[in-house]
Structure formats: C-alpha cells, structure tokens
C-alpha cells in the first residue's frame, strides 16, 4: 500500500497551556509551506485517496489546505494527537483493504516512535521537519517500510522548521 505521512506545517513555538496548544494555529508560513508542499505533491502525482489528520488546529488546517488543492477528502482521527502511540491505529487503519493510497498527518512525537518500531535493518525514521511528506510503500503484513518519495519545504526554496 501507499502510505504517506506527513507533519503540520509551521505554527510558531509550543506553548505550555494544554487549550491554547491544541488550538495552535498555522502561521503565514506555514500556510505558504502548506500550498507549495501540496502543490509539489499534484506536480509528482503523488495523491492519496483519503488524508487522516489529528484534531490538532494546525493539524487540520495542514490537511485541509493539502485535500482542497490535491481535491482529496480528510478526516479528522483523535488517536494521531501528540503524544499518544500510533503503531496500532496505523496497522488497524492500513489493515483494510479497500484504503490502498492514505495519509496520515500528525505529529513528530508519535510519528517518530511508531515508524522506528516498525523499522527493519539498518532502517532509521528521521524526524519530520514541519510540512514535510514522505511517501512509504508499507506492508500491511508486518509494517516494514521502504521511503519511495519525499519533500520538505527546504527542497521547494522554503524553510525548514524543527522543535
């Protein structure tokens, strides 16, 4: 199956105020990251069929810049919020078969464990940077993972944001 994964896109520094860190909106940049990666996306030919966000606002609001230009439905799933563990949503949401091209958009700090847990070998899951997607081909039988396709803002002229 394909399988992409994505991070928000940029939405200023943490904030300690669990309220206001949830509804943490994308900046100016984010928003601009946001368009070029989709864009960048539609340009490869690189569309998912259905993009599951976390409720997080600058989450959502990534997601639903991405569906409206790339024209791809998205659905908002609580269990990809920060800091809850994904493998088992992940092979739960990818082990149905009538899915065969999804994203899912999150967090670096489910995103990061979860794909390491799955990685075989010498594999290694690097942090996202904010808005960047990757594009695995991934094995509904055991989670093994191969990065077929990636972009980041830094490959379309633009900043890369960590943290």
Not at 10 to 27: F, S
Request: aromatic share 6%.
């Amino acid at each position: 199956m394909k399988l992409w994964v994505a991070r928000h896109c940029y939405a200023g520094d943490q904030v300690d105020d669990p309220t206001k860190e949830r509804n943490r909106p994308l900046l100016p940049a984010g928003v601009a990251t946001a368009k070029a990666i989709a864009g960048a996306m539609g340009d490869a030919g690189e569309i998912p069929s259905v993009i599951f966000c976390s409720p997080y606002t600058r989450a959502v609001q990534t997601a639903d810049i991405i569906g409206k230009v790339l024209v791809v439905k998205v659905s908002i799933v609580d269990d990809l919020s920060p800091n809850r563990p994904l493998e088992d949503r992940i092979l739960e949401m990818v082990g149905h078969g009538e899915v065969k091209r999804m994203m899912i958009l999150g967090h670096v700090d489910n995103t990061t464990p979860a794909f390491n847990n799955f990685a075989t070998g010498k594999q290694k899951w690097d942090d996202l940077v904010m808005g960047e997607v990757r594009r695995l081909n991934f094995s509904r039988d055991d989670g093994c993972w191969v990065i077929n396709w990636a972009v980041k803002p830094s490959d379309l002229g633009l900043k890369d944001y960590t943290g």
